[in-house]
Nanobody, 117 residues
Framework: QVQLVESGGGLVQPGGSLRLSCEAS????????MGWYRQAPGKQRELVAV???????NYADFAKRRFFISRDGAKNMMYLQMNSLKPEDTAVYYC???????????WGQGTQVTVSS
């Protein structure tokens, strides 16, 4: 089974940018869809953005026009470019991969993003 590891989180000031990375231990084509989710303290985990093997993408309303999801199949990587960050974007961000066959649902360990002045 392919494993996922996130990186790139950290502390950033409001209005700043961060790029999160998700490295897969094998081919990202193993998954039919991959996405980013986040969980803030005291809140449920929520979808940020998702992309599938056909290049389709879907964003949460809060992410539209600020966040951009992308994948690099040659490097087995997925990214989340986050711009114009706000304090309410503070959360642990998780990488997810879903494979329809077998219902395989893989999560990374998460990376902390803190937006604060």
């Amino acid at each position: 089974q392919v494993q996922l590891v996130e990186s790139g989180g950290g502390l950033v000031q409001p209005g700043g940018s961060l790029r999160l990375s998700c490295e897969a231990s094998g081919s990202i084509l193993y998954f039919n869809a991959m996405g980013w989710y986040r969980q803030a303290p005291g809140k449920q985990r929520e979808l940020v953005a998702v992309t599938n093997n056909f290049g389709g993408t879907n964003y949460a309303d809060f992410a539209k026009r600020r966040f951009f999801i992308s994948r690099d199949g040659a490097k087995n990587m997925m990214y989340l470019q986050m711009n114009s960050l706000k304090p309410e974007d503070t959360a642990v961000y998780y990488c997810n991969g879903y494979r329809t066959r077998g219902g395989v649902d893989v999560w990374g360990q998460g990376t902390q993003v803190t937006v604060s002045s």
